[in-house]
C-alpha cells in the first residue's frame, strides 16, 4: 500500500433486513424472514464469504410507538447478543459486534455476556458501546425522560471501567484445572474489583474467566466532543458518519491525535464510517435501484423517520417546505453529532422536510455511494488512503441482495487492488482489525508495585 | 399409563461440567473444556438423542470469592442466554430453558431476550424464574445486601406481569407485511402496556414481536410459601427439591390444588423435582462411582459449599461434630425451601457437618438415585405414578459420562416402560411439555369488554 496502511476493515452493518427505511418493501428483500434464523445465518455466512472482518448489529430499546410508525416501519428485531450467539456456531472466522447501551444495563451482566460470547465464539466478539438517546427508551427502563447528554457520557465511561475490570479479574492464565490435587484456579491471580464510584459498586470477581481477547473488541459509536473524547481514550474502533471527504479527513486527523494524547498509538483505534452501497452492473442501473428504494418510501413514514432521529415531532409542518426553526445542538439531549449532520445536510442543499427525509430514508445520516463495482471501490479507496477512514461499516440496503453484491462484486475489485484481504489469517476479531491484546490492569498494577 | 397420566417428561439439568461439587475432577469429565462451545454442543445433542423435554441451565450472578472456593470450586460458567442461543442452532427439537434473576435484571431486558430465542429457536424458549438470594451476588449489583425474602418475591411477581404483557404487546398476527401497500404491521393489534407499580414503570410495546409459543414456558424454582403461590399463579413448571416420596407426594397435592384456586387446571403446572441419578451395570459398579465421586471432595471445599448453601459460614466449626445452633427458617433471609430442607436432613440423620456436606456436594439438596438402569427407572417411575412428579430434571453428575449414561441406559428401559416418548411428536417445548399456549391479555380484555 502507497501509505504504509494494511488492508481496509470492513464491517456488514445489520439493521432490520436492510438499511433502507424501505428495506422490507423491496422485492428481492425477505421481508417475511425478519425473524427467521435461517436468513440471518445465510446473512452472516455470505459475509463471511467475503472475509468481512466483522457483523455489527444495531440496536435500540425501543419502537416508536405512534401509529404511523407501527403501521409502516419494520420496527422488530432479533435482540444482538441472543442473535450473535446463534450466529457463533454456524460462522468461523467473522466478528460479532453487538450494540449494548450503557444506560440502561448493568456493567456485571454485560460483562459476563460479552465475554461469554467471546469463549462461545473463541475470540470474535465486540461490544459497541452507545448511550440511550431516546424518550421511548427512558419509558421503558422506569424514567420518564432519558439522561442528560453529560450523564449519559460520564455513566458510559464509569460503566466501560467497571466492565473492563472484571474482564481482568481473572488473569489469563489464572485457571489451573489440575484435577490430580484438586486445584481449579490460582486464586492469588483472580481478583476482586470493589468498585465504587459515582454510578456503580461491583465487587467482582466476573464469573466467567478472562476472554480468549483478554478484552472483546470495543467500538465506540458517538461523535460529540464527550464521544470522540471517550473513544479517544477506551475504544478500538470508532464507527461515525461523515457525508464529505473533508469532514472524514478533519475528524480522523484529530481523532487520532486525540488518541495519542491518551498516550496510545494510532494505530489502536481504527475509525469507520458507515455507508450505504449501491451497487448496478451500469451507473444507470445503480441509479434505477437507488430510485427503486426511494419511490418505496411512504412520505409519512419518512416524516416519521426524520421526526424519529431529531428528536422533534416534523408531522405539523409542510412537508414541502423548510425545517422549521430547530433548536442549536448545544440545548438538545438527544444524538448530538447526528442531529448536527443533519441540519448542515438540509442547510447545505436547501433540501425540504420531504427531501431530508428521503436522504436520510437510505443511509439514516450515514453516506450513500453509487455506482458500478469499480466506482463504489474508487470511493472506498478515496477515503481509505487519504486518511479519512481505516475501513467502513457497510450498510446494505436490503438483505441478502444488497449484501451479495457488495461481495460478489465490490470485494473482488477491492482485492485485486490490493485493498482487501483474500483470506483470514488470524483467529480472533483482534487479529482481523489488527488490534493488540490489552494488558491487564491487576498485573499492571503489580508490576509497578 | 395406569393412573391417565402421559408420559413422565424430563429435563437435562446443566451446572458447570456436572452436578457434583467434584464433577472437574473425575476421570472422565471434561474440565478443561468448561469454556469450550463443542463440549456443551455435545451434551445438548445427547440430550436430544435421549428426547428429553429441556436442557435447563442453572446460574448464579456471583463466584464465591473465598480462597478456598476459588482454588477448589469449578466456580465460571457461560452465561446461559448467549450459550443456549448458541446452541439453538445446533439443535432442533429439545427446549431450552434459561435461570434469569428477577432481582437484579430489567423486565425489558429479559421480555427482549427470551422472546428472541423463542423465535431464534422455533419456540423452544423457557425462563426459570428465581430471585437473587446471596449477599455476593448483591455487592456486584450496587447493593450492600439483597433484598429481603418477601421483597424479592413481590418484585419477582411484578417483573412477571411486566414481561408476559409485553410479550403480548403485539398480538399474534398483528404483522401483515404487505409489500404492496407498505403495510408492516395492523397497529391496532399492537399494544402499549403503561405498567406503573412498585418497582416498575414500562411503556411498551417490546421491540419484538409476540413468541413463537405466546410465551415462552415459565419456571419458577422457589418452593418457600412465597415461591408455591408465585408458581401456582403464573408458572407452567415448577422445579423443587425432595428427599423423600411422602414430602414430595405432600408438595405435589398442595401445590396442585393451589393452581385450582387460582382457576387454572393442575396440568397447566408440572411439577418435576431435581435429582442426581449414579448409574451402574451392577449396583455394586453403581456405589463405587458414587464413592469414586465423594472421595474427589475436598473437605474445606465441601464445609465452603454447605456454607454457601446455608449463607453460614461453617468454617469456624469441628468438621466432625453437629451443626452449631443456626437461626429459625422465618429469620433468615437466603434461599429459605434449600435451607429448610438441609436442617431437616441433617436432624433426621444425625449427620455431622462433613457427613452433611458430602450428602449435598453432589444433588446439592436435591435426592439421589443410584443403582441399575432398571433400579434408576424404579425409582423414577415410583414418584411418576404416585402423584410424586410429572417428571424429573436429571442432573448428571458429571459430563458428558453421567448423561451419556442416562440416555443410553435408563431413557430405553423408560420408553420400554411406555413412561417416555420414543420420538418428539410436537414442536415447541409447549407442546413437548403438554401445555396449552396462554391467551393474549390485550384480547382477552377486548373479549371481556
Known amino acids: 500500500m502507497s501509505n504504509g496502511k494494511s488492508h481496509m476493515k470492513l464491517g456488514a452493518f445489520i439493521m432490520s433486513v436492510g438499511h433502507h427505511v424501505a428495506a422490507w418493501r423491496h422485492p ?4 417475511t424472514d425478519i425473524l427467521n434464523i435461517d436468513f440471518y445465518k445465510n446473512i452472516a455466512q455470505t459475509a463471511e464469504r467475503g472475509k468481512f472482518d466483522m457483523l455489527f448489529l444495531a440496536d435500540v430499546l425501543s419502537v416508536q410507538d405512534d401509529d404511523v410508525s407501527l403501521k409502516y416501519k419494520a420496527s422488530i428485531c432479533f435482540e444482538p447478543l441472543t442473535l450473535l450467539s446463534a450466529l457463533s456456531t454456524v460462522t468461523k472466522h467473522i466478528g460479532l459486534a453487538a450494540t449494548i447501551s450503557t444506560s440502561y444495563n448493568e456493567p456485571f451482566h454485560i460483562a459476563r455476556k460479552v465475554a461469554s ?10 461490544w ?8 421511548s427508551e427512558a419509558l421503558n427502563f422506569n424514567r420518564k425522560n432519558h439522561l442528560e447528554h453529560a450523564v449519559r457520557y460520564e455513566r458510559a465511561r464509569e460503566f466501560l471501567e467497571v466492565v473492563k475490570g472484571l474482564w481482568d479479574s481473572w488473569e489469563k492464565d489464572a485457571l489451573i484445572i489440575d484435577k490430580k490435587s484438586g486445584v ?18 461491583v465487587k467482582g470477581p466476573l464469573n466467567i474467566s478472562n476472554p480468549p481477547q483478554g478484552h472483546p473488541v470495543i467500538i465506540q459509536a458517538g461523535s460529540s466532543e464527550a464521544g470522540k473524547q471517550l473513544a479517544a481514550e477506551t475504544a478500538d474502533v470508532i464507527f461515525t458518519a461523515w457525508q464529505t471527504l473533508k469532514e472524514a479527513q478533519a475528524f480522523y486527523k484529530e481523532v487520532k491525535s486525540l488518541v495519542e494524547d491518551y498516550g496510545r498509538s494510532p494505530e489502536d483505534l481504527k475509525i469507520m464510517p458507515g455507508v450505504l452501497p449501491i451497487i448496478g452492473k451500469t451507473e444507470q442501473e445503480a441509479k434505477e435501484k437507488e430510485q427503486l428504494l426511494q419511490e418505496l418510501v411512504l412520505p409519512e413514514l419518512g416524516v416519521s423517520l426524520l421526526s424519529g432521529l431529531l428528536g422533534i415531532d416534523l408531522s405539523p409542518y ?25 441540519l448542515d445536510l438540509a442547510k447545505r442543499e436547501k433540501l425540504t422536510i420531504r ?17 458500478t463495482a469499480e466506482q463504489i471501490a474508487d470511493q472506498l479507496e478515496e477515503w481509505f488512503i487519504n486518511d479519512a477512514a481505516d475501513g467502513f461499516n457497510i450498510m446494505a440496503p436490503y438483505f441478502p441482495g444488497g449484501l451479495e453484491d457488495f461481495v460478489d462484486l465490490v470485494i473482488p475489485e477491492l482485492q485485486r487492488r490490493g485493498l482487501f484481504r483474500t483470506e483470514y489469517t488470524g483467529k480472533t476479531l483482534r487479529d482481523h482489525l489488527g488490534l493488540k491484546r490489552p494488558g491487564n490492569q491487576f498485573t499492571k498494577a503489580l508490576e509497578k508495585a
Open 117 to 126: 460470547l467471546d469463549h462461545i465464539s473463541r475470540g470474535r466478539a465486540a
Open 318 to 342: 409542510p412537508i414541502d417546505g423548510p425545517l422549521p426553526d430547530l433548536p442549536n445542538v448545544d440545548e438538545i439531549n438527544g444524538g448530538k453529532s447526528r442531529y448536527q449532520l443533519l
Open 355 to 371: 427531501q431530508l427525509s428521503l436522504r436520510i430514508a437510505g443511509a439514516r445520516g450515514h453516506r450513500t455511494i453509487k455506482g
Open 128 to 135: 459497541n458501546v452507545v448511550t440511550s438517546n431516546l424518550e
Open 184 to 201: 481449579f484456579a490460582d486464586e492469588k491471580k483472580v481478583h476482586t474489583l470493589n468498585h465504587q464510584k459515582r454510578f456503580f459498586s
Open 28 to 31: 428481492e428483500a425477505g421481508a
